[in-house]
C-alpha cells in the first residue's frame, strides 16, 4: 500500500489463541509498540494454519504472512506445533523454490509470557518486508482495488 | 520392446477370468492412435483378446482405478502393475483406499515407457503406425515414411530416472524381478536450487502460466484421492483459469503438490498427463527431496503401512526458518 508516496506493507500475522494471541495482549498492556500494519488472525493452535491460509492472505493483498505458535513441547495440543514445524519447512522451501522471496514468510515461536518478543518480532518483520517492497510475485490482480 | 509381450499378457487375463479367479482385469485398450492407449476394464475373454494392449505406450498406472473398481460388484479385480505401480498400490494400501482381499495384482516387469512427445520430436507429427523391435521403435507417418528411433532415446522422463525395477506388492509375478536402483532424479531439482530467486520465478512463472487448469494431474494421481476436492469448491478462488494473472496456477500447483507431499511416490503421471509438459514432477521431487535431506530417507510405498513424514515428528525437526537455502 503506497500512502504519500511512501509504502506501508501489509502483514497478517496468524496467533495461536494460547500464546502469541496472549503474548500479542501482553504487549499491548506494557505499552509496547509495534507497527499496525499487522493484521492478527486468531487461530486455535498453530497447526490450524492450512498453507492455503498464507496463499490466500498472499493472494488478498498481504505483503508478509507470519505464523505465531507455541515454543515446541508448550503446545496446549501436546503435538500441534510440531506438525506445523514440519509443514511450514516444507512449504517455506517450496515458495522459495517458485521464487518468492524467503522473507516475507516466517515462523516464530512466541509465548504467553513473551509480549515484548512479539513486539520485537512484528518490528523486525515488518522492516524486513518494507525493505522487499511490494508483493509481485504472489499477487492476485482481481483483488487489488 | 517389453520384456513381456501383449500375448502372455492376454493368454494370463483369459486363463483366470476363465478359471473364476477374478471378474474383471483392468488393461489398456487401443486408443485413437497407436500411441494413445486408455485404460479399460474388461469383463470377459472375448473383449481381452479383441482390445487388450500392452506396447511401449502403456504407462498408465493403474492403481488409482482400483478405488472405484473395487467397490463394484462381485468377484476380484485383476490388475497388472509395473514396479513404480506398486508403490502407488501399496501407498494406497497404506490409506486403507480399497480392499486387498478384492484384487488379484500380477506384477509386471518394465523397460521404461516411451514419451510420445519425444517421439514426435524425433521424428515429427503425422504419425499413423507404431511397433517396437528389439531396442527400436518403428514410426510410419502419413508421407509414407518410416522412420526407427531407440526407445532409449524416447524414454518417458520419470523413465529415464527409473527409481526401481523392484515390485513391493503382488499376488504372482510374470518375468523376473528387478533390483532398486540408483538415479539422478534430483539433479533437475538440484539445478533449480542453485539458480537465483528471479531466475527460478521466471522459470516457474514461464511453465506454470502455460497451465490450462484442466486438472488431469490431479485425476490421474494415485495419492490425490479424496472424494471432495478443495479445487472443486466454487468458492475456493482458484477453482477456474483466470484470464487476468497468474495467481491461480501458482496456488494450484503448490496446493496440488503439498497436498501429495510425504505421499508422493514419484510415479510421474503428473507430468505424463499434462497437456501443455509442465514438469510437475519437479514439484513433488522437491518435497521428496527435502523431505529426505529434513527428515531421513523415505520413500513412499515401499513399505506397507509405513507412517508418512508429514503426520509424524521429532523433537528435533528443523525449524522453517532454515529450511529455505540462505544464500549470501
Known amino acids: ?145 | 520392446m517389453q520384456k513381456i509381450t501383449c500375448e502372455s499378457l492376454i493368454e494370463k487375463a483369459c486363463e483366470l477370468i476363465e478359471n473364476g479367479t477374478v471378474s474383471r482385469v483392468i488393461g489398456w485398450k487401443k486408443g485413437e492412435f497407436d500411441y494413445d492407449l486408455t485404460p479399460a476394464v474388461f469383463a470377459n475373454a472375448d473383449e481381452i483378446k479383441k482390445n487388450f494392449i500392452y506396447n511401449d505406450f502403456s504407462g498408465a498406472n493403474f492403481s488409482k482405478y482400483l478405488i472405484k473398481e473395487t467397490r463394484k460388484g462381485e468377484g476380484k479385480v485383476l490388475v497388472f502393475l509395473k514396479p513404480c505401480d506398486t508403490y502407488s498400490f501399496n501407498q494406497l494400501l497404506t490409506e486403507h483406499r480399497f480392499d486387498r482381499e478384492k484384487v488379484y495384482a500380477v506384477g509386471i516387469p518394465c523397460e521404461g515407457m516411451a514419451d510420445i512427445a519425444k517421439v514426435k520430436a524425433a521424428v515429427g507429427d503425422g504419425i499413423l503406425k507404431i511397433t517396437s523391435e528389439g531396442d527400436e521403435l518403428i514410426v510410419e507417418n502419413l508421407y509414407g515414411d518410416v522412420n526407427k528411433v531407440k526407445l532409449a532415446d524416447v524414454l518417458a522422463e520419470r523413465c529415464v530416472n527409473c527409481k526401481s525395477k523392484k515390485h513391493t506388492a503382488y499376488d504372482e509375478l510374470m518375468g523376473e524381478d528387478g533390483e532398486i536402483l540408483d538415479n539422478n532424479r534430483f539433479d533437475e531439482v538440484e539445478k533449480l536450487e542453485n539458480m537465483t530467486e528471479d531466475e527460478r520465478f521466471a522459470f516457474w512463472q514461464n511453465e506454470l502460466s502455460r497451465c490450462i487448469r484442466c486438472n488431469a494431474c490431479r485425476d490421474v494421481c494415485p495419492a490425490c484421492t479424496c472424494e471432495k476436492c478443495v479445487f472443486d469448491n466454487p468458492k475456493s478462488g482458484v477453482e477456474n483459469k483466470a484470464i487476468a494473472d497468474s495467481f491461480e496456477e501458482k496456488m494450484f500447483h503448490i496446493i496440488r503438490a503439498f497436498h501429495v507431499a510425504g505421499r508422493c511416490t514419484d510415479c510421474g503421471e503428473c507430468s505424463r498427463v499434462c497437456p501443455q509438459n509442465i514438469p510437475l514432477h519437479l514439484l513433488n521431487r522437491k518435497f521428496i527431496k527435502d523431505i529426505n535431506t529434513f527428515y531421513g530417507e523415505y520413500q513412499a510405498g515401499e513399505v506397507e503401512g509405513s507412517r508418512a513424514p508429514l503426520v509424524n515428528y521429532t523433537e528435533e525437526d528443523i525449524e522453517p526458518n532454515d529450511a529455505v537455502k540462505r544464500e549470501e
Request: glycine fraction near 6%; charge should be positive; charged fraction near 25%.
Open chain 1, 1 to 145: 500500500m503506497q500512502i504519500n508516496n511512501e509504502f506501508k506493507p501489509k502483514i497478517v500475522a496468524f496467533c495461536c489463541n494460547w500464546c502469541s494471541y496472549a503474548g500479542a495482549d501482553l504487549a499491548g498492556n506494557n505499552r509496547l509498540a509495534y507497527p499496525e500494519c499487522v493484521n492478527i488472525i486468531r487461530v486455535p493452535c498453530s497447526c490450524r494454519v492450512n498453507p492455503i491460509f498464507i496463499l490466500r492472505a498472499f493472494q488478498r493483498g498481504a505483503d508478509g504472512v507470519i505464523i505465531c505458535g507455541c515454543h515446541p513441547g508448550d503446545c496446549h495440543y501436546t503435538s500441534g506445533n510440531y506438525y506445523t514445524r514440519r509443514r511450514m519447512a516444507l512449504l517455506f522451501s517450496m515458495l522459495n523454490y517458485l521464487g518468492i522471496e524467503k522473507e516475507r514468510i516466517r515462523l516464530e515461536w512466541v509465548s504467553a509470557a513473551e509480549g515484548a518478543k512479539f513486539a520485537a518480532t512484528m518490528n523486525e518483520f515488518t522492516e524486513a518486508v518494507t525493505a522487499l517492497g511490494e508483493n509481485k510475485r504472489l499477487e492476485d490482480l482481481r483483488c487489488k482495488k
